[in-house]
């Protein structure tokens, strides 16, 4: 089992940043994917960005790309959200996810393991 904890939601001005963390604990040793997933009221969860956990590779969504910065304190087991130049549309509650999978077919669907979501509110 793998444990995750969000922190650093809260609201921000339209074109100001936040960066989100995100705490793993339990049995990290085994997660090959960490992302960010997002939603919004009366939507579906969509995803935000991944990083292979061991070498930092990244990918992203286009609507957040050149924007938001995800990366990863490998000693700390610990995964950020860079989010810059925020939009209203950012608004949503952030799920941290973790994959154990060796190779997963589709990055954007998510591994197994959800934290419980922090909000980002941005206002216009």
């Known amino acids: 089992q793998v444990q995750l904890v969000e922190s650093g939601g809260g609201l921000v001005q339209a074109g100001g940043s936040l960066r989100l963390s995100c705490l793993a604990s339990g049995r990290t040793y085994g997660v090959t994917y960490m992302g960010w997933f997002r939603q919004a009221p009366g939507q579906e969860r969509e995803f935000v960005a991944t990083?292979?956990?061991?070498?930092?590779?990244?990918y992203y969504a286009d609507s957040v790309k050149d924007r938001f910065t995800i990366s990863r304190d490998y000693a700390k087991n610990t995964m950020y959200l860079q989010m810059n130049i925020v939009k209203p549309e950012d608004t949503a509650v952030y799920y941290c996810n973790a994959d154990q999978t060796l190779s997963p077919i589709d990055l954007t669907a998510g591994g197994d393991y959800w934290g419980q979501g922090t909000q980002v509110t941005v206002s216009s």
């Open positions: 990083i292979k956990w061991r070498d930092g590779s990244t």
